[in-house]
């Protein structure tokens, strides 16, 4: 599956939650104020219906980018809405039977509100992703202009045959055959095998550096892959791929990854 971009930034988390509740302050006074609704019953309708919106646009970041056609996303964001409705209609009921003739007079304030907060979202998404692949050329035009002299020459020496990491009283030791991908997770990088998971405070600069070219390939800002492990690229779009493991697990490539696992795999 690949990286959130809620969850691989801190900047991007913090950002996230300064917002929902920001929407959720602004949705409580529009409803208090034009929705007719009490301030306690405003306060519990506005947690509900932007609380379950902020979960579908949460759970959309796993699919962004892999929906190209304008129905798709457009049915996307009836879905969002819809079950925001439903549950501040839910709760509706449970509290106040009677306000359900003001509920209806305030669906075209609703559908408005949060039709802006998913086309608010999507563009977000969309700016991530490009700011995504503007960080990455800079890199590939600097290893062009580089030539011979750039190049970096790896020794046996500098390769890693094995990976420590301490886990309070333990130490495990992975050995890079057993390495299916690695994941950048904020300040940290998260080591998937077949066996589990384990997080080490270290870049994927150093492992980039420090693992065999020929065998790990770095196809996206926040993962490493092993070529090994590799069992087809999917296009889903223009310019959008995954990468599906032999264990299932589908990982986001980024144009310049592609091009990299082309390059490297010769397809």
């Given at each position: 599956?690949?990286?959130?971009?809620?969850?691989?930034?801190?900047?991007?988390?913090?950002?996230?939650?300064?917002?929902?509740?920001?929407?959720?302050?602004?949705?409580?006074?529009?409803?208090?104020?034009?929705?007719?609704?009490?301030?306690?019953?405003?306060?519990?309708?506005?947690?509900?219906?932007?609380?379950?919106?902020?979960?579908?646009?949460?759970?959309?970041?796993?699919?962004?980018?892999?929906?190209?056609?304008?129905?798709?996303?457009?049915?996307?964001?009836?879905?969002?809405?819809?079950?925001?409705?439903?549950?501040?209609?839910?709760?509706?009921?449970?509290?106040?039977?009677?306000?359900?003739?003001?509920?209806?007079?305030?669906?075209?304030?609703?559908?408005?509100?949060g039709a802006l907060c998913w086309?608010?979202?999507?563009?977000?998404?969309?700016?991530?992703?490009?700011?995504?692949?503007?960080?990455?050329?800079?890199?590939?035009?600097?290893?062009?202009?580089?030539?011979?002299?750039?190049?970096?020459?790896?020794?046996?020496?500098?390769?890693?045959?094995?990976?420590?990491?301490?886990?309070?009283?333990?130490?495990?030791?992975?050995?890079?055959?057993?390495?299916?991908?690695?994941?950048?997770?904020?300040?940290?990088?998260?080591?998937?095998?077949?066996?589990?998971?384990?997080?080490?405070?270290?870049?994927?600069?150093?492992?980039?550096?420090?693992?065999?070219?020929?065998?790990?390939?770095?196809?996206?800002?926040?993962?490493?892959?092993?070529?090994?492990?590799?069992?087809?690229?999917?296009?889903?779009?223009?310019?959008?791929?995954?990468?599906?493991?032999?264990?299932?697990?589908?990982?986001?490539?980024?144009?310049?990854?592609?091009?990299?696992?082309?390059?490297?795999?010769?397809?």
């Amino acid at each position: 599956m690949q990286t959130h971009p809620f969850i691989e930034s801190v900047a991007n988390r913090v950002a996230g939650i300064a917002l929902t509740v920001v929407a959720f302050l602004v949705y409580t006074g529009l409803l208090y104020r034009y929705g007719q609704e009490s301030g306690w019953i405003a306060a519990a309708d506005s947690l509900v219906s932007i609380g379950l919106l902020a979960v579908a646009g949460f759970l959309y970041g796993y699919i962004d980018g892999t929906l190209h056609a304008l129905q798709v996303q457009v049915l996307s964001a009836i879905l969002a809405l819809g079950i925001s409705l439903a549950g501040a209609f839910e709760l509706q009921i449970l509290l106040v039977r009677e306000a359900i003739p003001d509920f209806i007079d305030s669906i075209p304030l609703r559908v408005v509100f949060g039709a802006l907060c998913w086309i608010i979202l999507l563009q977000w998404y969309r700016i991530n992703r490009i700011y995504e692949q503007q960080l990455e050329e800079p890199v590939e035009k600097d290893e062009k202009k580089g030539g011979p002299e750039m190049e970096i020459i790896e020794t046996e020496d500098a390769l890693l045959d094995r990976i420590s990491v301490k886990d309070g009283t333990r130490i495990h030791i992975i050995h890079i055959d057993d390495l299916l991908y690695i994941q950048a997770s904020g300040d940290y990088v998260t080591l998937f095998t077949s066996t589990g998971q384990y997080v080490k405070e270290q870049t994927m600069k150093y492992f980039e550096t420090h693992l065999s070219s020929a065998l790990f390939i770095r196809i996206h800002r926040s993962c490493i892959v092993n070529a090994e492990q590799i069992v087809r690229v999917e296009l889903f779009g223009k310019e959008n791929y995954q990468v599906r493991l032999k264990n299932g697990v589908c990982l986001r490539a980024s144009l310049n990854g592609y091009r990299l696992l082309k390059e490297r795999l010769s397809l």
